[in-house]
């Protein structure tokens, strides 16, 4: 009978890679508590309707990436692409948005049928931070400064650069697209396949089309910013003056704009040129109408998000993650003959109440003294506990150092804890 694969474009992550998935996610988790951020938690199955509200109905992520179904009730469920419109759902469901400011985060997978490629799956997982209720460009800045701050705790810095624009109000992209649509449509022949598409579903995509000829054409084009409402221009001129002050570095890239549908006024992206075509690594904006666009009541909003398969395939290519993020046991807790079984457990378990924040592996499965060595060296320990009958009749341990050439030494059981403290501190 065949073996039963992972479906393509999901992928496990075995327990090898699990410590380097907690360190970036407790780097993150930690950084937006300083910021007093919350999390939340929403399902990963959503109606259909919500993502083709906010998504926009002719996106490439409603028309040709959704993992879409219908239950056994005939409702058209989708599997979320995105984390926005589900924590904007949730957020008006419960009341959280009544007359109030938020600052929300949440963790999760999310789900799009397109080619896998390194950096790139069908289900891959996100950190999403959303902020409601608070219109100025302060907090654009806040978030800008929040994830310059956590680029600096992953050593990521010198490699990360932020780039941002305004593309306006809904009524200045409708102004810029109809001119940026009449003037390439005397170019049609010449654009790209994908730019062509996009002309008349979604044309301010074709912006920032990597396609060299589409980028010539777009030289002589209509520029975005000569469209602005005066709002929009007020707010982009303070949010650079604010990221001036802290001290933040950027560029302004008249051309960038986000593909969802929702997004007005700021947008930003975080690009690396560590991982080549795979560049952006965080991505966000202002999507001031999405709230009212789904239902509920007027509400301000932005956030940005960030993809982690991306972030720690960046982090492992700039070898960035330190050494102590492996995963490995501290101690391994040897029990050599039968009798030695339960003194070593409860030994092990003395030895965890007496130093919470060492990893303390126990030998169960019993075995000579030359395997239980093996097992103790591949768990990565820096010391052997050794327990045999000799041991417990004169109330000592055998302790083995296991990455050094140092001799194993008798220590008496009771004063374990104090000298393992010292050698591990």
Not at 79 to 97: I, K
Not at 239 to 250: C, F, K, P, Q, S
Request: glycine share 10%.
């Amino acid at each position: 009978m065949a073996k039963i694969q992972a479906i393509r474009g999901m992928n496990d992550i075995l327990p090898e890679q699990s410590p380097v998935w907690q360190y970036v996610e407790s780097t993150v988790r930690r950084v937006l508590a300083q910021y007093g951020y919350q999390e939340i938690r929403m399902p990963v199955v959503e109606q259909t309707e919500l993502f083709k509200r906010s998504i926009g109905e002719v996106t490439d992520i409603v028309e040709k990436e959704m993992y879409t179904f219908e239950d056994r009730n005939g409702d058209s469920l989708t599997l979320r692409p995105e984390g926005t419109a589900g924590c904007v759902r949730a957020a008006e469901q419960h009341g959280l948005l009544f007359n109030q400011t938020r600052r929300l985060w949440y963790t999760g997978p999310m789900f799009r049928h397109e080619r896998p490629q390194k950096g790139r799956y069908r289900q891959f997982h996100q950190i999403g931070v959303e902020c409601f209720g608070m219109a100025g460009p302060d907090i654009d800045a806040e978030l800008l400064i929040l994830t310059a701050r956590l680029w600096r705790e992953l050593g990521l810095a010198d490699h990360t650069r932020l780039e941002i624009n305004s593309i306006g109000s809904a009524e200045s992209r409708r102004n810029f697209r109809a001119a940026l649509v009449a003037y390439l449509s005397d170019f049609v022949d010449e654009l790209d396949e994908d730019s062509k598409r996009r002309l008349d579903s979604n044309p301010l995509r074709i912006l920032d089309s990597k396609n060299a000829r589409t980028q010539e054409i777009l030289q002589q084009a209509p520029k975005l910013d000569d469209y602005l409402d005066d709002e929009s221009r007020e707010h982009f001129q303070s949010l650079t003056g604010l990221l001036d002050a802290a001290g933040i570095r950027y560029s302004i890239n008249p051309r960038l704009v986000r593909g969802l549908d929702y997004y007005g006024k700021t947008v930003f992206e975080w690009i690396t040129d560590s991982l080549g075509a795979q560049g952006t690594v965080c991505a966000g904006g202002r999507y001031d109408g999405l709230v009212e666009q789904l239902g509920g009541k007027p509400t301000v909003a932005v956030g940005f998000a960030m993809g982690l398969e991306r972030l720690i395939l960046l982090l492992e290519t700039l070898e960035l993650i330190p050494l102590s993020v492996n995963g490995d046991a501290d101690v391994y807790v040897t029990a050599m003959g039968e009798k030695a079984t339960g003194p070593a457990l409860e030994l092990a378990e003395k030895l965890r109440n007496d130093l919470p924040d060492v990893t303390i592996v126990g030998h169960c499965g019993g075995g000579s003294f030359k395997s239980q060595m093996k097992k103790a060296d591949r768990s990565g320990a820096s010391y052997a506990v050794i327990l045999g009958e000799n041991e417990l009749a004169s109330g000592t341990v055998g302790l083995k150092p296991l990455r050094s050439s140092d001799d194993q030494q008798e220590v008496i059981t009771t004063e374990l804890s104090s000298v393992l403290r010292g050698l591990l501190a």
